[in-house]
């Protein structure tokens, strides 16, 4: 494995000395400013490359580097005049740093750091701004993230970025300190976290401001995660933040921001209702890494997700349509296109579900996409797409302007599994098709969160959004919202103009009317027009950056005039500090804007840069992967191995490899490609470091033909699930009987008096459900209510004393209420 951190010439690391984070939040959104401390103990001046990834929607805002005893300070210009400015420099003998946006994702930034010189610190400090999400508790949830997994390029795409996954507990001792300052318009509550506190300290006495900091100790080994607590949480919200003094009046800086949060709150009535229409399309990533383990957690990724989608197939509602559909490097789909959801098609799907592997080679997930919206709509049966990837792909771009192509025909629920899966990819995929988000990590069960979001696609959603501004001029940052889910938040941004904002005493009042479980609502909060203090600019770089987003959207229009639009984006983001796809951030000195000249050597940089993750350039345009190294790599990693066998190389740059021992090697295109190995007398799993164009760390297995790996046991909550019928009962038998720790006899012999044998299944079913497995009711509920429907179709006579029988048998007390009989 690659070492993390700054490379000296003989690749051994420069220890990263330090990371200081200070987190600033105003309401619903955050200021993140973190500082990463080195120093170079080489004799040489090095030139470093590394790249770090950007939470979905963050906005960048600030880049500075304190060399020795001088501070460069980026400030953002078109792309190409940076990148031409930067060369010109480096080509003289000048020191320069260049910031930009990766070509194929927004999330990830590329940062090329002039001379360093021997024996010399360095300090970078990075300020970006990002909304905070939204969680199921009504807190809000801040993530300072520790890994990034591997990033698949396509074929015919070009390079793409890669990472390393690396626990700093094992590599270069750093430390890591982490302040929190909390400023609310709703009382705090409590703060909370995974990881060790401070106490939390209030500097007010009406709760609206606190602060708090990470214990001692923490060893960034895991995400950094705080959770807030705010009083009346679904109450509309508004923060008006004033322009900059500086800057001119009447352009976006100038003016004063408001930032309203809109959270709608959901009726029991309306949760309890749902529909039983729809088709249903599952969308499941099978590219090799998804036969990795959950980080920190247990099992594969692919075991979970089988689980899952058979929890799913349990939940469906009858006569609905399905299909269920894998993707790699290509993609297949289960039944040509949907089918009707009955016994026989969910039988079908549920064995197809037990054979499926993580085999299918890289993550080219647009294909699959393109397919699906290919295929003719059912008529009242909207079109939702649940989408489950551990990864992210090189054209992140085009698959979300693809889904928001097609946004009018369906909508999107995407999951990404694990730390590393691209924030940029999963919520782009919801956003632009008016869906849910959902990240699984550490030890999330898959299942819980997905059966949240069907409960989002079965449930009414808050549409018809429309908004009141009372006697204010404005302009919209943000663009408008079409529809929201329970659980869903958003904010709206808006330019403030007119003398009126100058008054201290002006008063604007906003008005949201919409509409949700066919009623109507309206939410209104009155707020000052000029604030009473500074809150800094964060709003209105989040404002800015919503904007830009949306022009950058518009840009892919097919007819736009995309020569105004990038005229615009590159006004907007040189004019409010924040980076889009058209610009660039150029550092130069601070004062005198002059270059310190010497001699510069370059270096491939893996780096945990400010969020601690371990990343290494791989076949990127930016580092051009050296290939003779890779041969060297081979014959080191295989000197001890009698295996032989044929190398199989697409990439025609490896066809000359020589190796002592070879093996069975199917580079392609694909990463984390699954290369097996026989061996008689034992089994190991073997990770490598391969470059293999855009094909990275391949995991290669040994099988052993005398030992096999001993099954794990069936969960069996997953057991009795996958026994229930698509109408929603049970069947007495050997398998149910063992479940419930008893025999098929016994279930038989306490069969009440007129109560059929499939009735009493699926009585003994629902009470097994709420006696042992109550705290996963949120993976179970849909196909209990299934069964509950199905038992009050066929008239269980004696009903209490069933399920007094029932409890008697299985050792509960659970209530006739309870099961909702």
Request: glycine share 6%; net charge neutral.
């Amino acid at each position: 494995m690659v070492n993390c951190g700054l490379l000296t010439n003989m690749n051994e690391p420069v220890p990263l000395k330090n990371i200081e984070v200070d987190l600033q939040v105003q309401g619903h959104v955050a200021t993140v400013t973190s500082t990463l401390k080195y120093i170079n103990e080489e004799d040489n001046t090095l030139e470093a490359v590394f790249v770090f990834p950007m939470p979905s929607g963050a906005a960048l805002c600030h880049f500075s580097a304190k060399i020795a005893d001088q501070e460069i300070v980026a400030e953002v210009q078109e792309k190409q005049e940076a990148r031409e400015q930067y060369d010109d420099a480096l080509s003289s003998g000048e020191q320069a740093f260049l910031l930009e946006e990766s070509e194929e994702s927004a999330d990830v930034f590329r940062l090329s750091v002039g001379s360093l010189p021997p024996h010399q610190s360095a300090a970078v400090t990075f300020i970006y701004i990002i909304e905070l999400s939204v969680q199921a508790d009504h807190s809000l949830q801040f993530c300072l993230p520790a890994v990034l997994n591997p990033r698949y390029t396509p074929a015919g795409t070009g390079g793409g970025i890669v990472s390393e996954i690396t626990s700093s507990s094992t590599g270069i001792p750093y430390s890591l300190s982490f302040t929190a300052h909390i400023n609310s318009p709703n009382p705090i509550t409590k703060v909370e976290s995974k990881c060790p506190l401070e106490p939390l300290m209030f500097v007010n006495t009406d709760h609206t401001k606190a602060k708090v900091s990470l214990g001692a100790g923490h060893m960034f080994d895991r995400d950094v995660e705080l959770y807030l607590y705010y009083q009346n949480p679904h109450q509309l919200t508004a923060i008006v933040e004033a322009g900059a003094p500086a800057a001119e009046s009447g352009s976006l800086m100038g003016d004063p921001v408001v930032m309203v949060s809109f959270y709608p709150e959901f009726p029991e009535s309306v949760m309890s209702s749902m529909s039983k229409c729809g088709e249903f399309v599952f969308v499941m990533d099978r590219s090799g890494s998804m036969s990795c383990n959950m980080h920190n957690g247990p099992g594969e990724r692919i075991d979970c997700a089988r689980d899952t989608l058979l929890l799913l197939l349990k939940s469906l509602p009858m006569d609905c349509y399905f299909n269920i559909y894998g993707f790699g490097s290509h993609y297949s789909s289960f039944f040509p296109k949907s089918v009707q959801y009955n016994q026989d098609t969910m039988e079908k799907a549920m064995q197809k579900v037990k054979e499926m592997q993580a085999d299918m080679g890289g993550t080219e997930i647009l294909p699959a996409l393109k397919h699906i919206y290919k295929q003719p709509c059912i008529s009242n049966h909207p079109r939702q797409l649940f989408i489950f990837t551990d990864g992210e792909v090189g054209n992140t771009k085009d698959v979300l302007h693809c889904v928001k192509s097609n946004a009018k025909f369906h909508r999107c629920f995407s999951f990404g599994i694990g730390e590393g899966a691209s924030s940029e990819l999963i919520t782009g995929l919801a956003e632009n098709s008016c869906g849910h988000a959902q990240f699984i990590t550490g030890t999330d069960r898959m299942q819980a969160k997905v059966m949240q979001s069907l409960r989002y696609a079965l449930q009414p959603a808050v549409t018809d959004i429309t908004e009141d501004w009372f006697g204010l001029s404005f302009s919209h940052l943000s663009p408008k919202i079409k529809s929201m889910f329970h659980g869903q938040r958003a904010l709206i941004y808006a330019q403030l103009k007119g003398k009126e904002c100058q008054n201290p005493d002006a008063k604007g009042k906003i008005s949201v009317q919409y509409r949700l479980g066919g009623q109507k609502v309206t939410n209104s909060v009155d707020f000052f027009l000029k604030p009473v203090e500074n809150t800094g600019m964060a709003i209105h770089r989040l404002g800015a950056r919503s904007l830009i987003r949306s022009l950058e959207r518009d840009e892919r229009v097919d007819g736009a005039d995309k020569d105004a639009l990038k005229a615009r984006v590159v006004k907007l983001s040189k004019q409010c500090g924040v980076s889009s796809s058209h610009t660039a951030f150029i550092a130069v000195h601070k004062g005198n804007k002059q270059a310190v000249k010497g001699p510069l050597v370059k270096r491939r940089i893996p780096t945990p840069v400010m969020m601690g993750r371990s990343i290494r350039l791989g076949s990127s345009p930016w580092a051009p992967s050296t290939y003779s190294s890779f041969s060297t790599k081979m014959k080191g990693f295989f000197s001890s191995c009698t295996i032989k066998s044929q190398v199989c190389c697409a990439t025609p740059s490896y066809s000359s490899l020589t190796m002592s021992d070879s093996m069975d090697i199917d580079c392609g295109t694909t990463d984390y490609n699954s290369c097996r190995r026989s061996d008689n007398n034992r089994e190991r799993k073997v990770f490598m470091d391969i470059d293999c164009g855009p094909t990275v760390y391949n995991s290669c297995r040994r099988s052993d033909n005398n030992r096999e790996t001993p099954k794990t046991r069936k969960d069996p909550m997953m057991e009795l699930i996958s026994l229930q019928k698509a109408s929603g009962c049970w069947e007495i038998g050997s398998t149910l009987a063992e479940v419930f720790g008893k025999t098929e006899k016994e279930l038989i012999e306490k069969i009440p008096a007129q109560v059929k044998p499939d009735v009493w299944a699926t009585l003994l079913a629902l009470i097994w459900l709420h006696g042992f497995k109550i705290d996963a009711q949120v993976e179970w509920q849909f196909l209990a209510m299934k069964a509950v429907s199905w038992i009050h179709s066929h008239k269980m006579v004696n009903q209490s004393e069933c399920i007094q029988a029932g409890n008697s048998l299985l050792g509960c007390q659970v209530t006739e209420d309870a099961l909702c009989l």
